[in-house]
C-alpha cells in the first residue's frame, strides 16, 4: 500500500515546514486493502540526529551531495603542516563520519606547502571542482591564496590520479588576485555559485600596504563555469567588516557560501576572531540581480548564528548547506565546544521562518516539541469504484418475449452482476471497458413494462444496477 506522507509543523510565527514520519510498521500492516475500512496508523516524526561533534577537529567543513555520493571536505585544524589534502565519500551523511580519507592533493604539487584551508566542492555544469586556499612556497598564513582543481569527467573523487592539477585563481588579466605588486594579496575562502544564469565566486580578500595586512574583506567576481580558474569580471567588494561583532577581536569577514529560497538569494559568511566571538552573519538579495553589485544586497544587523552556552557551541560559523536523504537543507558548520582544544564540525538542519529568512540556530526540541513527535493518521481504504450502466430490450422470438440487458462497464475492474427477475436469477460477467449483453427469455407471449433490479460487484465493492424495459405482446 502506499505510504501515509509527511507531517506538517506549524510554528508559532506562523512559518511551517515538512518532515517524514516513520509509519509504525505493524499498523501498516494491520490495514487490509482487500475491503473497504479506516484504519488508525501512528508513527514519529523523523528528525535526523547527527553525533555532536559530527567530526572532530575539522573546521570549515563542506558536505556536497555528488550524483549517488555524499563528500566531505575541511580543513585540518591539528595543524597547517599536513601531507595533503583529503575528502571522504559515503552513500549517506551520517556514513561520512567512518568514511576513510581520500588524498586529492599531495604537499608539493605546485608549489602547496601545506595549509588547505577552507576547501569546498562545487559542481559547476556537471563537473566537479575543488575550491581551497593553499599556503604557497612556505608553511606561512601569509602566503595562502585561492586554487581550484578539477576533477576528470568521469573521475572518482576519492582517487588522487583522476583530479587534475591545481591552478590558482587569477584576475581576468592574468595577474594574482591583489591590487598590484606593491599591495600584494592573501586571499582565501572561496565559494562558487549560479545565479540568473551567471557563475559568480566570493571570497575573503586581504591587501598588504607596506607591511600591514589589511582587513579581510569579502570580495565578488564572474567566472566562466568551465574554466573557474580565471575571472571574467573585475573584483568588486561586497562589504568591509563594521558592525559590532563583526569586529569584534579583529576586523574580518570570510568564509561565505549561498543558498537560496523564493527567489532570493542568501548569502551567509563569518566574521570576528576565529575564537568564541566567531559568528554567522547575512546578505539578501534578490535573484537575477547583478550580484557583483554591492547596493542589491541587504546587510543583517545581528548574526544569525553565534555562541550558545546552553548548547555549548563557542564560536561557530565557516558554514556550508546541504541536503540529506530526505531533502532536507542540513546546516554544517564548526564550532568549539567546552574542553575542545579544536574545531569540531556540526551539523542541524535549517528553518525558514515566516519573514523569509533563514533561522540556523533551532534546537532539537524547537524544531518539534517531545509531546509533538508521535503523530496518527486516518488510513481509508475504499473499494474500487462500480461504474455500470445498463439498459433493457425486449423483442418476439418464436411467439415468446426475450428481454435483452446491456451492460457497459467504464471501470478498471471486471464487473459481476447477479440480476433478479420475474423470470429467474441470472449473473452477467463483463469485463474492464467492455460491454456485455444477457438474453433472458420470459416463456411469455407478453409482458408488462417495468425495472430489473440486480447488484453489481467489482472487488469489494457493490452497487445497485437496474434497468427498466417497456411492455410487449407478441402475436
Known amino acids: 500500500m502506499p505510504t501515509p506522507g509527511k507531517a506538517t509543523l506549524s510554528y508559532t510565527d506562523g512559518s511551517t515546514k515538512q518532515l517524514p514520519v516513520d509509519w509504525s510498521a505493524a499498523d501498516l500492516a ?8 479506516t484504519y488508525q496508523v501512528a508513527g514519529t516524526v523523523r528528525q535526523r540526529d547527527y553525533a555532536a561533534p559530527f567530526l572532530r577537529a575539522e573546521a570549515d567543513p563542506n558536505i556536497l551531495k555528488w550524483k549517488d ?7 585540518d585544524d591539528r595543524g597547517d603542516d599536513q601531507p595533503g589534502m583529503f575528502l571522504r565519500s559515503a552513500p549517506t551523511i551520517d556514513g561520512l563520519r567512518t568514511a576513510p580519507d581520500s588524498m586529492i ?3 608539493g604539487t605546485a608549489g602547496i606547502q601545506g595549509c588547505y584551508w577552507a576547501p569546498e566542492l562545487h559542481a559547476l555544469d556537471g563537473e566537479l571542482y575543488a575550491f581551497y586556499a593553499p599556503c604557497i612556497g612556505a608553511v606561512d598564513w601569509q602566503k595562502v591564496t585561492v586554487y581550484v582543481q578539477k576533477l576528470r569527467t568521469g573521475g572518482d573523487p576519492t582517487v588522487l590520479a583522476d583530479w587534475e592539477a591545481p591552478r590558482p585563481v587569477l584576475k581576468q588579466d592574468g595577474s594574482a588576485l591583489q591590487r598590484d605588486a606593491q599591495h600584494p594579496g592573501i586571499s582565501l575562502d572561496m565559494t562558487a555559485f549560479q545565479d540568473g544564469g551567471r557563475t559568480y565566486v566570493a571570497w575573503s580578500q586581504r591587501y598588504i600596504t607596506g607591511g600591514v595586512i589589511g582587513d579581510a574583506e569579502l570580495w565578488i567576481a564572474t567566472i566562466d563555469p568551465a574554466n573557474p580558474w580565471r575571472l571574467t569580471s573585475e573584483p568588486r567588494k561586497l562589504i568591509t567588516a ?4 563583526e569586529t569584534n577581536q579583529t576586523n574580518v569577514a570570510e568564509g561565505a557560501t549561498a543558498i537560496f529560497r523564493d527567489g532570493k538569494v542568501f548569502l551567509t559568511y563569518s566574521a570576528a576572531a576565529t575564537d568564541r566571538t566567531y559568528a554567522v552573519g547575512l546578505l539578501v538579495a534578490e535573484s537575477g540581480a547583478d550580484l557583483t553589485d554591492q547596493g542589491v544586497w541587504t546587510k543583517s544587523d545581528a548574526p544569525l548564528l553565534k555562541s550558545d552556552p546552553v548548547a555549548n557551541l563557542w564560536g561557530p560559523g565557516h558554514n556550508s548547506f546541504t541536503v540529506d536523504e530526505d531533502g532536507n537543507e542540513v546546516l554544517v558548520f564548526h564550532a568549539r565546544a567546552d574542553g575542545s582544544t579544536h574545531r569540531d564540525a556540526y551539523l542541524r538542519r535549517i528553518h525558514w521562518a515566516a519573514d523569509g529568512l533563514p533561522v540556523l540556530d533551532m534546537s532539537r526540541t524547537e524544531e518539534v516539541a517531545t509531546a509533538n513527535r ?8 475504499e473499494g474500487t469504484p462500480v461504474k455500470i450502466a445498463s439498459t433493457a430490450t425486449v423483442r418476439c422470438i418464436s411467439g415468446k418475449v426475450v428481454v435483452s440487458l446491456t451492460t457497459k462497464n467504464t471501470g478498471a475492474e471486471s464487473a459481476d452482476i447477479r440480476w433478479s427477475t420475474p423470470w429467474g436469477e441470472r449473473t452477467q460477467l463483463v469485463g474492464s471497458q467492455k460491454t456485455g449483453t444477457l438474453a433472458i427469455s420470459t416463456r411469455a407471449t407478453s409482458i408488462a413494462a417495468g425495472t430489473v433490479t440486480g447488484t453489481a460487484t467489482v472487488g469489494a465493492a457493490t452497487a445497485p444496477v437496474t434497468a427498466t424495459h417497456p411492455a410487449l405482446r407478441c402475436g
Open 30 to 37: 494491520a490495514v487490509d486493502t482487500s475491503k473497504p475500512g
Open 69 to 75: 555520493r555524499y563528500l566531505f571536505i575541511s580543513t
Open 105 to 107: 592533493v599531495r604537499k
Open 242 to 245: 563594521s558592525l559590532g561583532w
Open 374 to 381: 508521535t503523530v496518527r493518521t486516518t488510513v481509508v481504504v
